[in-house]
């Protein structure tokens, strides 16, 4: 099953082997019960669920399955430490920063133990685991920034941990309480957390994290009445019902972060050898499980060739295997649901006349893993340049001038990311100023900051994560005016 290519992956490169950081040996995973008021419960149903290890199939444990009774005494808690004479409400904003601060410790104390679960949850490789004026009176206004109240926050399974700390830094630091839900397929980070939290000192009620289904707890979560806001990362078709649920509920706030069919377009001015490499980073990083994937690649006709030449000579230089060796670049699929319809839509391709150029299928008949993929001559109305894959597959297609392929580019229902590779900066910023995306990449790929806000145009969801817009998502802005006194 195993592939080995010629180098390792990012960071890993700069380090002698013997200095790389190795997994931890995990006999048995600590913390399978749901986390609510800052203890451990088993579920109000008793069923449990396994998480599995995609690398193998392996059941790695069995973990406690919430359900709405589960939510219901962890919104229960929140509204418990979100009171005004809570604890956590009366506590200075200060001590809210040394509490993140203390969790931030320790959760670089545990950074192996987290890689290493992620990893096993996920397939993911070791490394990359690791590493205003009123008429003529006069009015003194003044304005409060308040939490809303209970935030639910239901977290995707490509980035279980990165996603978590997306949500929760931003509605602790603004006081509010949170109600998690985990990914069913990737747990085990979150409920860590949820032992950090209790180490770090915070109050009980205002973290809790309730595994489950997106059925059963996460439908939970969007509809409940004592839940004030909701966030939600995933799939535009979950997004839409989250929004729904949100809706007729109580109209409780909801930040989206959903699908992407992300357009890069490569001038014939670039770096070209740097464009590939960029945006084969973009196109295979995680197995191409991610919502900035580099989906569809716009490449000017007359470096097309070359652009495909090099694409299939550095994809050879992808390493397939075991995520949990240090030397692996490429891991499997989460699960058989998602490597089958990858699958289908590679074959798609082929039936619909794109060129297979690398790739195209699975690695051994057993097991989750699928090749790095790259297809050439892709037109603009098949399956392939339409549908988000969420899968290791690059489809490449060939454009003449800047006014044609900006048009393509934002002929589509989404708006996540996009990227341009071009020397001329007159190009870049008239490109980038065009295309319909929340973020933009110039000569780069993936390049995230939590300084720089993060979110999506059209169906790619609303509201912003990381940076200060962020802290907007998690906070009421309240108006406060008084009427000054002229003799004063």
């Not at 700390?165 to 602790?172: D, I, N, Y």
């Not at 470096?303 to 694409?311: A, G, H, K, N, P």
């Amino acid at each position: 099953m195993a592939q080995r290519g010629t180098t390792r992956n990012g960071v890993a490169d700069k380090i002698p082997a013997s200095d790389l950081p190795q997994p931890v040996k995990i006999q048995q995973v600590r913390y399978t019960k749901i986390f609510i008021n800052n203890e451990w419960h088993t579920s109000a149903s008793g069923r449990t669920f396994p998480t599995r290890n995609p690398a193998t199939g392996d059941t790695i444990c069995e973990v406690q399955e919430a359900d709405k009774e589960d939510v219901d005494k962890a919104v229960a808690a929140a509204k418990a430490a979100m009171q005004l004479d809570s604890a956590w409400r009366k506590m200075e904003p200060p001590r809210r920063g040394r509490l993140l601060h203390k969790l931030a410790d320790l959760v670089e104390r545990d950074r192996k133990l987290l890689a290493t679960l992620e990893t096993l949850d996920t397939g993911k490789p070791f490394l990359q685991a690791f590493f205003t004026d009123l008429e003529d009176e006069t009015y003194l206004c003044l304005t409060r920034h308040e939490p809303i109240g209970i935030c639910g926050a239901i977290i995707p399974w490509n980035f279980p941990l990165l996603m978590l700390m997306w949500k929760l830094a931003p509605a602790l630091s603004c006081g509010n309480t949170v109600v998690i839900k985990p990914a069913e397929q990737t747990p085990l980070t979150a409920l860590h957390i949820g032992s950090l939290i209790k180490e770090a000192g915070f109050p009980p009620g205002v973290v809790n994290i309730i595994p489950g289904f997106g059925s059963t707890a996460g439908a939970a979560i969007a509809s409940h009445e004592g839940i004030d806001k909701v966030a939600f990362t995933g799939s535009t078709e979950v997004g839409q019902l989250i929004k729904e649920a949100a809706a007729k509920s109580n109209l409780k706030r909801v930040t989206l972060e959903l699908g992407g069919k992300n357009p890069c377009i490569v001038f014939a001015d670039c770096d070209l050898q740097m464009a590939v490499e960029e945006i084969q980073k973009g196109a295979f990083y995680n197995q191409g499980q991610c919502c900035t994937a580099a989906s569809r690649v716009f490449v000017q006709d007359r470096i097309y060739e070359e652009f495909v030449r090099r694409s299939i000579e550095n994809a050879k230089k992808i390493v397939i295997g075991d995520p949990l060796d240090p030397q692996t670049t490429h891991g499997p699929q989460i699960d058989q649901q998602q490597f089958e319809k990858i699958i289908g839509l590679i074959e798609s391709g082929k039936k619909e006349g794109a060129k297979l150029e690398y790739g195209g299928g699975a690695v051994g008949e057993k097991s989750l893993f699928i090749h790095p993929t790259i297809f050439s001559e892709v037109k603009d109305s098949m399956r392939i340049a339409k549908e988000e894959i969420f899968g290791p597959v690059l489809c490449i297609f060939s454009f003449k001038s800047k006014q044609e392929v900006i048009e393509r580019a934002n002929n589509s229902q989404y708006g996540l990311v996009s990227a341009v590779f071009t020397t001329s900066m007159d190009r870049a910023l008239s490109v980038s100023g065009a295309l319909e995306t929340g973020t933009v990449w110039i000569n780069c790929y993936n390049a995230m900051h939590v300084q720089t806000p993060f979110g999506g145009y059209k169906m790619s969801g609303n509201g912003r994560e990381l940076g200060e817009y962020a802290l907007a998502e998690y906070s009421e802005v309240k108006t406060v005016t008084f009427k000054m006194n002229d003799s004063m």
